[in-house]
């Protein structure tokens, strides 16, 4: 029973016994590595080892750079296209818009033509002053002064300014 206990002891004690004896020897698992000490090497030498990698490092460099204008030359890409779209789709809807303006204003310059100018005078100062400045510019002259002599002053004075402006070779077509 006794050698049975020392063999059971030997047994327990093996796994921490050997653990110790490992962290007793320095360095044992280390990965060893060579150490460049500065002291030893001449200036020569180190203008000469970065001379040698001087080159591969700017080939690295200029790959990175590649990919990156090439990742950036993607995402431009596509912003393009997306700005493309949106713009035909801009496109579509102004030409629709374009053609459904052109119809109305055709038929509502016509309404107010057969109008009395004082029913004329009191709906058009209600209006936007742009757009009853519109409809007063394609009615006949004589109607129009008609009209503007039934509407309010104020309203009359600024419908007569915008079209004054509008009129004006020295205006700016560009509405921005």
């Known amino acids: ?21 490992m962290m007793a020897i320095p360095g044992a698992f280390a990965e060893e590595r060579p ?4 002291t030893n ?6 203008r000469e080892f970065c001379t040698n990698i001087a080159d591969a490092a700017r080939d690295q460099r200029y790959l990175l750079q590649k990919q990156e204008l090439e990742n950036l030359q993607k995402d431009v890409d596509e912003r393009i296209k997306t700005l493309e779209a949106r713009r035909a789709e801009y496109e579509d809807w102004l030409t629709r818009r374009n053609a ?4 109305a ?9 057969k109008m009395k100018p004082d029913a004329a005078a009191a709906q058009l100062a ?10 007063v510019m394609k009615l006949p002259p004589r109607q129009s002064s008609t009209i503007l002599g039934e509407m309010p002053a104020d309203k009359a004075a600024l419908l007569t300014r915008i ?7 020295n205006t700016s077509k560009d509405p921005s």
């Open 1 to 21: 029973m006794t050698t049975m206990s020392l063999s059971t002891l030997a047994r327990r004690l093996a796994l921490p016994l050997a653990g110790f004896v």
């Open 35 to 38: 150490v460049i000490t500065t």
């Open 41 to 46: 090497a001449s200036a020569d030498e180190i």
């Open 100 to 103: 459904f303006l052109k119809q």
């Open 105 to 113: 204003e055709g038929g509502l310059v016509e309404i107010y033509r």
């Open 126 to 135: 209600e209006l936007n002053p742009q757009i009853a400045s519109a409809i």
């Open 163 to 169: 079209i004054a402006v509008a009129g004006d070779a």
